[in-house]
């Protein structure tokens, strides 16, 4: 994520306006949704004041959330925020859990 976000900040600089961790500031790719929109932490200040920041999939257009990663997944879960790029049947109203290896 931090390569591509890279390579569009390269060729569209006007659009892509955050550094890339570890610089001071930048964001950090902590997840990506099945429509492939991308969720960074902004490291601006100690770790646990990050902000969420969300990039719509294949897009400059994003949104930044005042908000711890957990906080950000509990609201979006129980459907106190909703993110605009996320799709609108997101998330669904049955909850399943897929587990992932990570070896």
Request: hydrophobic residues 30%; glycine residues 4%.
């Amino acid at each position: 994520m931090s390569r591509a976000y890279s390579q569009s900040k390269l060729k569209f600089p006007q659009y892509y306006k955050h550094h890339i961790y570890p610089e001071t500031g930048g964001i950090l790719p902590w997840g990506h949704m099945e429509n492939s929109d991308e969720l960074y932490w902004l490291t601006e200040g100690r770790p646990d004041e990050w902000k969420v920041v969300v990039y719509e999939s294949r897009s400059p257009e994003n949104y930044i959330y005042s908000l711890s990663m957990t906080d950000f997944l509990c609201e979006i879960i129980t459907k106190k925020l909703a993110c605009d790029t996320f799709p609108d049947d997101f998330p669904s109203d049955v909850a399943t859990f897929i587990s992932v290896n990570v070896d």
